[in-house]
C-alpha cells in the first residue's frame, strides 16, 4: 500500500529557501516517481513537478524552473524538495504524492499522499 | 497550459440525493482525467482515474464518464462523509493541472 510522511512545518522570511522531506515506506521506493503539488490557503492545487524514484530524473513545472531542486535519497527512501528565493505568495501547503503504478504501467494519477507541509513566508 | 474549469464552483444537496459535477477542459485531453476528493486539513484522495476508472476500495457510489473535453464525475446516493472539495486533474500534457475545485455541502 505505502505511505509517505513528510518534515514539520517551516517559516522562513522572504529569499530564503527550503527543503521539505517526504520519507517512504511500505514499498520499494525506487518503482515509484514522487511528485510535488502545492495548496495556497484557500486556494486549489498546483503541481510543481516530479522525480523518478529510480534514476532520479526530473520535470519541473515551468513555472517553478530555476527555483525548485527535487532530490532523492534512496537508501532512506526519502524525497526531498527544496524551493528558493521564496515569496509570500509561496505560503502553502506542500504534498508529496507518489505516481501510481499498476504492474508495469505508470498513470499519471496519485494514489498515496503525505500528510502535507506548511511552509509560511512572511518577514 | 490547459485550463481546466468545474462546475458549480458550490453544491448543496441532501443525503441520498444524486450528484453530478462536471469539468470541462480547455482542449481535448482524450481520458486523461482523474478526480480526487479532499476534506479539510487532508491531502487529497484519489477516486477515478483514466476518467471512469475507480480507484482500489473507493466505494461505488463513485463514478466518472467522459472523453474529450467534457466529463462528469456521479455520487450515486450522497452520505456524509461525502462532504469535501472535489478536484478534476488533467495529464495530457505537462504542466498537469487541476480545477478550482467543487465544495460539496449537506443541505
Known amino acids: 500500500q505505502g505511505q509517505l510522511v513528510q518534515s514539520g512545518a517551516e517559516v522562513k522570511k522572504p529569499g530564503a529557501s527550503v527543503k521539505v522531506s517526504c520519507k517512504a515506506s511500505g514499498y520499494i521506493f525506487t518503482t515509484y516517481d514522487i511528485t510535488w503539488v502545492r495548496q495556497a490557503p484557500g486556494r486549489g492545487l498546483e503541481w510543481m513537478g516530479w522525480?523518478?524514484?529510480?534514476?532520479?530524473?526530473?520535470n519541473y513545472a515551468q513555472k517553478f524552473q530555476g527555483r525548485v531542486t527535487m532530490t532523492t535519497d534512496t537508501p532512506t527512501s526519502t524525497a526531498y524538495m527544496e524551493l528558493r528565493s521564496l515569496r509570500s505568495d509561496d505560503t502553502a501547503v506542500y504534498y508529496c504524492?507518489?505516481?501510481?503504478?499498476?504492474?508495469?504501467?505508470?498513470?499519471?494519477?496519485?494514489?498515496?499522499w503525505g500528510q502535507g507541509t506548511m511552509v509560511t513566508v512572511s518577514s | 497550459d490547459i485550463q481546466m474549469t468545474q462546475s458549480p464552483s458550490s453544491l448543496s444537496a441532501s443525503v441520498g440525493d444524486r450528484v453530478t459535477l462536471t469539468c470541462q477542459a480547455s482542449?481535448?485531453?482524450?481520458?486523461?482525467l482523474n478526480w480526487y476528493q479532499q476534506k479539510p486539513g487532508k491531502a487529497p484522495k484519489l477516486l477515478i482515474y483514466?476518467?471512469?476508472n475507480l480507484q482500489t476500495r473507493v466505494p461505488s457510489r463513485f463514478s466518472g464518464s467522459g472523453s474529450g473535453t467534457d466529463f462528469s464525475f456521479t455520487i450515486s446516493s450522497l452520505q456524509p462523509e461525502d462532504i469535501a472539495t472535489y478536484y478534476c486533474q488533467q495529464y495530457d500534457n505537462l504542466p498537469i493541472t487541476f480545477g478550482q475545485g467543487t465544495r460539496l455541502e449537506i443541505k
Open positions: 504524492a507518489r505516481r501510481m503504478r499498476v504492474g508495469a504501467t505508470q498513470f499519471h494519477a496519485f494514489d498515496v
Open positions: 483514466d476518467a471512469s
Open positions: 522525480i523518478s524514484g529510480y534514476n532520479g530524473n526530473t
Open positions: 482542449q481535448d485531453i482524450s481520458n486523461y
